[in-house]
């Protein structure tokens, strides 16, 4: 069992709809969880944090984490066409040491 | 901002040739990562290091090393490149609490002919 498992893809979903991204994670201790949005030969770049149980927005995006379950997900609300990209789950456990999921490549269709 | 730089965003060798790859951080972080980044494998760990001086050993340390003589520069070397190290390299700091996210580079290309 891989220590981070996303949702396999693609996950495809229409412009204005909300998009649901699904991660769970092994390690109990995980203490911080994170999610990176990765266009097409580029680097990754943080959207969202969450340290604590229950829902963080910011924007279009809210982040979900449940430690009982070990899931955590990512909403995007009122998707677009730029929003497509590969986003990347990745939970901590020692101090700055992440373990990434394999990622779920999003498109939003116009 | 955080800056991570990387000195190549492209890089073609040949095989057997000793290849370097430096990052370089802003910030003063004690942690930096070396990752490949390959179609359907993911980000996979190569080596990390917590400090000067210090490493450790990722998931896929096998026909590469580190150096760290200085904070803001973590180096990659691959002593005799191979065609199946072909990949993206994707350097990462972060800070040294649990909370802190990793900010990467923007990643060398590297293809070995």
């Known amino acids: 069992q891989k220590e981070v498992e996303q949702n396999s893809g693609p996950l495809s979903v229409p412009e204005g709809a909300i998009a649901s991204l699904n991660c769970t994670y092994s390690d109990r201790g995980s203490q911080s969880f994170f999610w990176y949005r990765q266009y097409s030969g580029k680097s990754p770049e943080l959207i969202m944090f969450?340290?604590?149980?229950g829902d963080k927005e910011d924007g279009r995006f809210t982040a979900q984490l449940n430690k009982a379950s070990q899931y955590v997900s990512l909403l995007i609300r009122d998707s677009q066409p730029s929003d497509s990209a590969t986003y990347l789950c990745a939970v901590n456990t020692n101090a700055g040491k992440s373990t990434f999921g394999d990622g779920t490549t999003l498109t939003v269709k116009p | 901002d955080v800056k991570v730089t990387q000195s190549s965003r492209y890089l073609v060798k040949r095989t057997g040739e000793k290849v370097f790859l430096e990052c370089v951080q802003d910030m003063d972080h004690e942690n930096m990562f070396w990752y490949r980044q390959d179609p359907g494998l993911g980000l996979r760990l190569i080596y990390f290091?917590?400090?000067?001086?210090?490493?450790e050993k990722g998931d896929i340390p096998e026909g590469y090393s580190v150096s760290r003589e200085k904070k803001e520069r973590f180096s990659l070397i691959l002593e005799s490149a191979s065609t199946n190290q072909t990949s993206m390299y994707l350097c990462?700091?972060?800070?040294?609490?649990?909370?802190?996210?990793?900010?990467f580079g923007p990643g060398t290309r590297l293809l070995v002919l």
């Open positions: 969450i340290y604590s149980n």
């Open positions: 990462a700091s972060v800070g040294s609490g649990a909370q802190e996210t990793q900010y």
């Open positions: 290091s917590y400090d000067v001086k210090m490493k």
